[in-house]
């Protein structure tokens, strides 16, 4: 991909001054800024985000990984298994106490659903609460975000089309040359999770 970093800003949404950082190391993008850097370079957000595979259907938690991207304070753990068609991403999300999301918006859908905690989820330009047993099924396109408003964490389970994190085995670009893009996030493996 040869693409300027103006460009690259045209296309994502993304200023250039940015873009400019997160080339050079001294910014850390979050994960609706990578998905706009990948919907501008027409890549999917897999590309700049690798995470621990699930080769088969099932997946124990006494055997899952956490892991976080970059330095985000919300974990994850891949429940659903990434093989050749497959079109669901699914994980259990760990939000900490206090943190809000920037505002989404892609294609595709998802599904939440909370296991543990309360959660204040806005979609479009309505607001609810939604707490254990409660689950919520939209349209990615919708602007959505989620603010755990508590003093506790809250687990949930995240389901949907859009293609996050999808392991994959890195690739050299096709010309073998450099690129101006940014880099890959890195993502911060820890121990099996235990309940």
């Given at each position: 991909m040869h693409m300027t970093l103006q460009a690259l800003s045209d296309a994502a949404g993304v200023s250039v001054g940015y873009l400019s950082q997160i080339e050079r190391d001294l910014a850390m993008p979050s994960l609706g800024t990578l998905a706009q850097i990948a919907q501008g370079l027409n890549a999917e957000l897999n590309h700049f985000i690798l995470a621990p595979a699930i080769d088969t259907g099932l997946s124990r938690a006494s055997e899952r990984m956490v892991f976080s991207v970059g330095?985000?304070?919300?974990?994850?753990?891949?429940?659903?298994a990434d093989f050749a068609g497959n079109q669901?991403?699914?994980?259990?999300?760990?939000?900490?106490?206090?943190?809000?999301?920037?505002?989404?918006?892609?294609?595709?859908?998802?599904?939440?659903?909370?296991?543990?905690?309360?959660?204040?989820?806005?979609?479009d330009d309505d607001e609810t609460t939604i707490t254990p047993g409660d689950g919520l099924h939209f349209r990615g396109i919708q602007p959505h975000y989620w603010w755990n408003k508590t003093d506790r964490p809250v687990r949930l389970i995240w389901t949907g089309t859009l293609p996050l994190f999808r392991s994959r085995t890195p690739l050299p670009n096709e010309t073998g040359m450099p690129q101006a893009t940014p880099k890959p996030a890195t993502t911060t493996k820890t121990k099996p999770h235990r309940k």
């Open positions: 330095g985000s304070p919300v974990s994850y753990e891949r429940i659903g669901l991403s699914s994980f259990v999300i760990t939000i900490p106490a206090g943190h809000r999301s920037e505002v989404f918006s892609h294609e595709g859908e998802e599904l939440v659903y909370v296991l543990q905690g309360e959660i204040l989820f806005g979609l």
